[in-house]
T-cell receptor
Framework: DADVTQTPRNRITKTGKRIMLECSQT?????MYWYRQDPGLGLRLIYY???????NKGEISDGYSVSRQAQAKFSLSLESAIPNQTALYFC?????????????FGSGTQLSVL | QKEVEQDPGPLSVPEGAIVSLNCTYS??????FMWYRQYSRKGPELLMY????GNKEDGRFTAQVDKSSKYISLFIRDSQPSDSATYLC?????????????FGTGTKLQVIP
């Protein structure tokens, strides 16, 4: 089945460390997104990309950066991790044609920053 | 005020009950309305998708949209233990050249056998 795969599933790191979360998809979708999920705050958009050359900031991009290495790969980096970046991170894809708003999510990465 | 408000629950019901989940919103530009289901430690998966006001039915699930009241609902008939999950409402509006999706915070549902 076409899928959205996130690695790692869990990550524990220390304050100040640089880490990268990776996302790959076999759905052939153009659009890719990074969200974080926090209890009581729901899903918040960090970055999104409509194609390899089109990357945009979401509502909470400070402290994060992204790289769209190929149509199928979109990685999220925390340059210097801090404890309030502890959250569940999701990658999502979207077909990007017409007005199809349906998002397809990966299984998430639970990140803990100590 | 948040654009989308959703009661976080938790909501606990006996097996076979009818469940009603609700969201209100303030942005009248929202055009598409969705419900996602999220099991523990999994990503959200799309459950229902509607565009217009009215009802849309899919098996035991019915999505209802009332644009005049800015209110959407998801009804689950004959609820099963496998329905135990967090349900996220979501809605989208055109913003900066694409349909921006805004999520509710989710309602946690437990169906007790």
């Amino acid at each position: 089945d076409a899928d959205v795969t996130q690695t790692p599933r869990n990550r524990i790191t220390k304050t100040g460390k640089r880490i990268m979360l990776e996302c790959s998809q076999t759905k052939g979708h153009d659009r890719m997104y990074w969200y974080r999920q926090d209890p009581g705050l729901g899903l918040r958009l960090i970055y999104y990309s409509f194609d390899v050359k089109d990357i945009n900031k979401g509502e909470i991009s400070d402290g994060y950066s992204v790289s769209r290495q190929a149509q199928a790969k979109f990685s999220l980096s925390l340059e210097s991790a801090i404890p309030n970046q502890t959250a569940l991170y999701f990658c999502a894809t979207q077909p990007g044609r017409g007005t199809n708003e349906k998002l397809f999510f990966g299984s998430g990465t639970q990140l803990s920053v100590l | 005020q948040k654009e989308v408000e959703q009661d976080p629950g938790p909501l606990s019901v006996p097996e076979g009950a009818i469940v009603s989940l609700n969201c209100t919103y303030s942005n009248s530009a929202f055009q598409y309305f969705m419900w996602y289901r999220q099991y523990s430690r999994k990503g959200p998966e799309l459950l229902m998708y509607t565009y217009s006001s009215g009802n849309k039915e899919d098996g035991r699930f019915t999505a209802q949209v009332d644009k005049s009241s800015k209110y959407i609902s998801l009804f689950i008939r004959d609820s099963q233990p496998s329905d135990s999950a967090t349900y996220l409402c979501a809605m989208s509006a055109r913003s900066g050249g694409y349909q921006k999706v805004t999520f509710g915070t989710g309602t946690k549902l437990q169906v007790i056998p």
